[in-house]
């Protein structure tokens, strides 16, 4: 029995194998959701950070960057620097080299460092320092379909399982002053660090396949991180009708694992259609298989974070 | 001649481009397909190896030996990453956050500290399809870090004069793309022509032009979009090397795990001129 | 008894903080002389060395009890290695006073 005073729900999407659709689903899940006219209206994270799309399709107003500080990388000043090799002797990630403006003193190349500030202790001259490097933005924005935040990590960068965790904390924070039903995350492909930080401490985990084979073998890895993890977590398969056996083996897979398999969504070109219009599929295309399909979806992801809908 | 095959947005056909190049050349020279998505790989569904060797993907983390430790702290202090903390006169270790870097080692004025190896993972090699070598790295669930595995990984990939190397990137624009592409002659970034793709192509353009390395682009599932893709490359002066149409039946093919190259032979001849032009473009490479 | 409840602000209205490792205050209270400090938690923006950062803190400042929403394992761990009790906050508590409140009546 949810009260008024209820904590947020979260819900994060994942895949394992990109493309299959998690954030043409997530659009459209936040048009459904705002379109309900609800009082405790949802809250939408892009988790995906150092490649974040959802922005594209609901559409933010103006963005305003905060920035995000990550890691700190080191630094040599070659006005102390010796080159007497102390640094690149005790660096794993062949990160110290001479310099190639001078081969006089050592460089550290910031692609490669890892931040580990070992050499930092081996320098006899003091010469290095850790420097904190902002490593991308977050933001905080008003779409036609809610609040979204969503960041954008600079290209190249560690941490981004950091920023999936500030990014999550804010849209928590600010489900608790909105009082929120619930935050939905967009999740990022994989099941590293960014997807361990996207889905700890979710409360149902949506995962989002596709019925080819590599849709399956990545089914099964994100599945096991999703338990490792203790998300419970339910199965849609999208793009369903293109390998009819592949939809038959997920099912399989499904029941043997006894997971709930809540949907199938057919292929519709409508999908990458909306995607360029920078739309969710269900406002653009409410009739299509796909929306409606997906509305299914929606209900019964609703149903089983119990949700109230008014 | 060391080729990545790379792209931002997760399915716009990596390992479908990837695989099929791997088949293509494996006539010419010695193919070594190398998958670096290690979080979920999936060359192998396509290739088909048959591994013969698998190693664990270890990570050195710190042991305390406790009858040396004096609790003075060091080892917490110099930590970037938060991997030790003291709980009176313990050094407690946490693994996952370790990243096996040395520093405590290396800091420890007791000489206390001994490094044991910690799996996260394997790495494995074997012989696939039209005699391809194939390596692989596998994260173990629940491990967050795959650069250390793509990092081994490519290590193992021994050099060897006449071969081509050919690495699949996972899908993303952070530090495990990074790994992969690293001393690459080569990227081949795979987009498809919609806002997603293009918007997580500027990602990766980014990334190529940071670590010097020549690109192009292969437009997969061309038609389901516009052609403000082509506009916007054109402004980076990156050559599309290759167009893919959309079409159902190699979707559903692919699906079944079918390559490209056994569905529509000939792109076997047409990713051969692929590979002449990025030779010709390395080659020519004045930077 | 030390007592340590991860709190939004330094205060003891303030609204408690429900996650351990990155809430953004960590009030100390000690309940035999009501005296009280809040410190900043190291973990606040951390990733997975959250919990370890912010532990430590708990660990060095002598706390007995620390009271939050919930911890995660890597604060747990260190925890039980120092033998500090953890304990969660009731659902109806809202501020740092009331979890102090709750902790000192409610057996």
């Given at each position: 029995m949810s009260t008024q005073n209820s904590k947020a729900k979260q819900l994060i999407i994942l895949s394992g194998k990109g493309g299959t659709g998690k954030t043409s689903i997530s659009a459209a899940f936040a048009h459904l959701s705002a379109a309900r006219g609800n009082s405790r209206p949802m809250v939408f994270v892009d988790a995906d950070v150092d490649a974040a799309n959802l922005s594209l399709v609901l559409q933010p107003g103006n963005?305003?960057?905060?920035?995000?500080?990550?890691?700190?990388?080191?630094?040599?000043?070659?006005?102390?620097?010796?080159?007497?090799?102390?640094?690149?002797?005790?660096?794993?990630?062949?990160?110290?080299?001479?310099?190639?403006?001078?081969?006089?003193?050592?460089?550290?190349?910031?692609?490669?460092?890892?931040?580990?500030?070992?050499?930092?202790?081996a320098c006899p001259t003091g010469a290095i320092a850790m420097v904190q490097q902002q490593e991308g933005n977050w933001f905080q924005s008003n779409t036609p379909y809610g609040t979204l935040f969503h960041a954008e990590l600079f290209p190249g960068r560690e941490n981004s399982g950091k920023l999936v965790t500030l990014i999550?904390?804010?849209?928590?924070?600010?489900?608790?002053?909105?009082?929120?039903?619930?935050?939905?995350?967009?999740?990022?492909?994989?099941?590293?660090?960014?997807?361990?930080?996207?889905?700890?401490?979710?409360?149902?985990?949506?995962?989002?396949?596709?019925?080819?084979?590599?849709?399956?073998?990545?089914?099964?890895?994100?599945?096991?991180?999703?338990?490792?993890?203790?998300?419970?977590?339910?199965?849609?398969?999208?793009?369903?009708?293109?390998?009819?056996?592949?939809?038959?083996?997920?099912?399989?897979?499904?029941?043997?694992?006894?997971?709930?398999?809540?949907?199938?969504?057919?292929?519709?070109?409508?999908?990458?259609?909306?995607?360029?219009?920078?739309?969710?599929?269900?406002?653009?295309?409410?009739?299509?298989?796909?929306?409606?399909?997906?509305?299914?979806?929606?209900?019964?992801?609703?149903?089983?974070?119990?949700?109230?809908?008014? | 001649m060391q080729i990545a095959v790379a792209s931002g947005k997760g399915g716009t056909g990596k390992t479908t481009i990837a695989t099929s190049l791997a088949l293509s050349l494996a006539g010419l020279a010695d193919v070594r397909y190398v998958d670096c998505d290690v979080e979920a790989p999936n060359g192998h569904l396509f290739l088909k190896p048959e591994f013969t060797e698998s190693a664990p993907a270890v990570i050195r983390i710190p042991q305390i030996q406790t009858e040396k430790c004096t609790a003075c702290g060091r080892c917490v202090e110099v930590c970037e990453f938060h991997a030790l903390a003291q709980v009176g006169k313990n050094i407690l270790v946490f693994p996952q956050l370790c990243h096996g870097c040395g520093s405590c080692t290396w800091n420890c004025p007791e000489n206390a500290i001994v490094e044991v190896p910690n799996p996260i993972g394997t790495l494995e090699r074997g012989m696939a399809l039209e005699n391809i070598e194939f390596f692989r790295g596998l994260l173990t669930i629940s491990e967050p870090m795959p650069t250390p595995i793509i990092r081994q990984l490519k290590k193992r990939v021994y050099p060897q004069p006449n071969t081509i190397n050919i690495y699949d990137a996972p899908p993303g624009a952070s530090c495990s793309v990074v790994e992969t592409l690293r001393g690459v002659d080569f990227a081949l970034l795979v987009t498809e022509p919609t806002s997603f793709g293009l918007h997580d192509l500027k990602q990766m353009l980014g990334i190529v032009s940071d670590m010097n390395i020549p690109s192009g682009v292969v437009i997969n599932r061309d038609g389901i979009g516009d052609d403000s893709l082509k506009d916007t490359l054109q402004d980076y002066n990156i050559p599309i090397l290759l167009r893919v149409p959309f079409d159902r039946v190699l979707a559903e093919s692919l699906a079944a795990g079918r390559t490209l190259v056994d569905v529509y032979p000939e792109y076997r001849d047409i990713l051969r001129e692929l590979y002449q032009k990025v030779t010709e473009i390395v080659g020519g490479k004045t930077k | 008894m030390k007592l340590i409840i991860s709190a939004q602000n330094p205060s003891l209205e303030a609204q408690v903080d429900r996650?351990?490792?990155?809430?953004?205050?960590?009030?100390?209270?000690?309940?035999?002389?009501?005296?009280?400090?809040?410190?900043?938690?190291?973990?606040?923006?951390?990733?997975?060395?959250?919990?370890?950062?912010?532990?430590?803190?708990?660990?060095?400042?002598?706390?007995?009890?620390?009271?939050?929403?919930?911890?995660?394992?890597?604060?747990?761990?260190?925890?039980?290695?120092?033998?500090?009790?953890?304990?969660r906050f009731t659902d109806s508590t809202t501020t740092v006073q009331e979890a102090v409140d709750h902790f000192k009546y409610v057996k």
């Open positions: 963005l305003d960057p905060k920035e995000f500080w990550g890691g700190s990388l080191a630094e040599i000043d070659p006005e102390k620097c010796i080159n007497c090799g102390a640094c690149s002797a005790v660096c794993r990630y062949d990160a110290i080299f001479p310099d190639p403006k001078n081969d006089q003193v050592q460089w550290i190349d910031p692609i490669a460092c890892d931040g580990c500030g070992a050499c930092v202790y999550k904390q804010q849209a928590r924070l600010y489900a608790e002053d909105i009082q929120s039903q619930c935050v939905v995350i967009d999740g990022p492909p994989g099941i590293g660090c960014p997807v361990i930080s996207a889905c700890a401490g979710t409360d149902l985990g949506l995962i989002v396949t596709e019925p080819s084979l590599m849709g399956l073998h990545d089914l099964k890895r994100v599945l096991g991180t999703l338990r490792h993890f203790h998300v419970p977590s339910v199965i849609c398969i999208n793009k369903a009708d293109i390998y009819p056996e592949g939809t038959r083996a997920i099912r399989e897979y499904a029941a043997a694992e006894g997971i709930d398999l809540i949907g199938e969504i057919p292929y519709d070109e409508k999908i990458p259609r909306a995607m360029i219009e920078g739309k969710p599929v269900t406002v653009l295309f409410p009739d299509s298989f796909a929306a409606k399909a997906i509305q299914e979806v929606w209900h019964k992801t609703t149903s089983l974070l119990q949700l109230q809908e008014d | - | 996650r351990f490792g990155r809430c953004m205050w960590l009030v100390l209270f000690d309940t035999e002389t009501n005296q009280w400090e809040a410190f900043q938690n190291p973990g606040a923006s951390q990733s997975g060395g959250a919990g370890v950062a912010a532990a430590q803190l708990v660990v060095d400042k002598g706390a007995d009890v620390v009271l939050s929403g919930d911890f995660g394992p890597n604060a747990s761990r260190a925890f039980q290695a120092a033998k500090i009790g953890m304990q």
